[in-house]
């Protein structure tokens, strides 16, 4: 992974936003404030993908069983990983996804998520998304039906104000071809949905949203009722067969955590015993247990961070929606597990949890980083779900069923929190950078 990114502009145009935003990626200090979309992104396609390897698959992977093997390949690249892209589809199963209708046949074939029969359904993601740039290579067979919903409601039943649908159709009987907003806006031209592989790109900043066609496009739209801020993404069965192969999501509009220079905005709990400092643009936490958190809670969100053990099997972890620290009780949160290790050469057998694990709740399905080099978590929690990624691919998907209580180590705190850093014990060496988060609407 690289350790710094290229500085780059955004100039473009979305509804009536005429904003040029000079943004640069991967400086600490710089927020993620993407008021215009982005040029059309260089995701790569499945055929292009690198593949770490054979690993197996875990019983809760919806298509396979946990002694099946499979050669896992992480669906976004490395550099794609750093600017904050995350694999919705895997490539090889559907974990996070969950069906609005269990009649609609959708399965894993040949690399993509496809159905044919059934009822109109949608496949939907379990947890929500507000603002965001979103590809999705689809193919659909000559007269079929189908489309990508996006901030959704899991049954929606008005087009117009329950989510967008972004639709994918040769014929529609009020003209909302390929491309359109169904309800909403058409392209200038129709747009066939059938044939070979094609690539749709959707950014939705606000009320704004832009639709690309094979990286041209062809729509831009301003809601100026503001139906739909956060929802989850949907792909939908409608008629004849439809196969999404790559679905990949970058969250968008994220407030920098952490300026680069200081701890501004972050304050030392008491008691703590680990050495906080700040060493060219990023943390650098060392020696004894502590934390140190933010002085902003946060409820329902959306958090990106980069981290780096500086020496096998160390341990650390990101912690949300926690509880003021106090010298007595330092981390009353829920806890993002780091640690590399894994036994048996099998990454599928997490030690300690394993990366990305919500500690002492659900271990990670697979460890993904290795020590001593940068990795990216992606956390999403909202209400009682929380899914993870790490470096794009998910390992965690998980609903918190305990009773309510305002500590999360007793039970669900859906509540805002501190986020907060931790040093475990006196081997800890770790590097923080990049820390940006993106606040979801509450319905």
Not at 86 to 96: E, R
Not at 224 to 240: C, F, M, P, T
Not at 355 to 363: D, K, L, M, Q, S
Request: with cysteine.
């Amino acid at each position: 992974m690289r350790s710094r990114f290229h500085d780059f502009v955004l100039c473009s145009r979305l509804g009536l936003l005429g904003v040029c935003l000079s943004l640069t990626m991967g400086c600490p200090q710089a927020d993620r404030e993407q008021l215009t979309p982005p040029p059309p992104a260089q995701v790569p396609t499945a055929e292009e993908t690198p593949h770490r390897g054979e690993a197996k698959v875990l019983a809760d992977d919806s298509d396979a069983t946990a002694s099946a093997t499979v050669d896992i390949a992480i669906p976004v690249t490395e550099e794609e990983q750093a600017q904050g892209w995350i694999a919705l589809y895997d490539g090889h199963s559907l974990f996070g996804w969950t069906s609005n209708e269990p009649e609609v046949n959708w399965e894993v074939a040949d690399g993509a998520i496809t159905a044919d029969s059934g009822p109109i359904g949608l496949l939907l993601t379990t947890v929500p998304f507000a603002d965001f740039e979103l590809v999705c290579e689809y193919r659909m067979e000559a007269g079929g039906n189908s489309g990508i919903f996006v901030r959704t409601l899991t049954k929606p039943e008005d087009v117009t104000k329950d989510c967008y649908e972004v639709n994918i159709a040769d014929d529609h009987p009020d003209g909302f071809l390929t491309g359109s907003i169904v309800g909403h806006a058409k392209p200038e031209k129709g747009i066939l949905g059938s044939g070979d592989w094609a690539t749709l790109r959707i950014v939705a900043i606000g009320n704004a949203i832009a639709v690309h066609h094979n990286d041209q496009e062809v729509l831009n739209y301003t809601d100026e009722n503001s139906v739909r801020l956060a929802g989850q993404i949907g792909l939908q069965k409608n008629k004849g067969k439809i196969e999404f192969r790559k679905v990949a999501l970058k969250p968008l509009r994220m407030q920098s955590l952490f300026n680069g220079t200081d701890l501004s905005g972050w304050r030392e709990v008491p008691g703590s015993q680990s050495e906080f400092t700040v060493e060219e643009g990023v943390i650098r936490v060392k020696s004894g247990q502590g934390f140190w958190e933010t002085d902003e809670k946060f409820q329902d969100f959306v958090f990106q961070g980069q981290a780096k053990t500086h020496a096998p099997d160390l341990n650390s972890g990101f912690f949300f929606r926690a509880m003021p620290g106090t010298e007595e009780a330092p981390s009353n949160g829920y806890e993002v597990q780091i640690h590399n290790g894994f036994k048996n050469g099998d990454r599928s057998q997490p030690v300690n949890a394993g990366t990305g694990a919500i500690f002492r709740r659900v271990e990670a399905r697979r460890v993904i980083p290795d020590d001593k080099k940068w990795f990216t978590t992606t956390l999403v929690a909202a209400g009682d779900h929380i899914a993870v990624w790490v470096d794009g691919y998910q390992v965690v998907d998980w609903v918190d069923d305990r009773k309510a209580d305002e500590n999360p180590r007793k039970g669900l705190r859906t509540e805002g929190g501190h986020i907060s850093l931790q040093g475990h014990d006196p081997t800890t060496d770790l590097s923080f950078r990049n820390l940006f988060i993106a606040k979801l609407p509450l319905d």
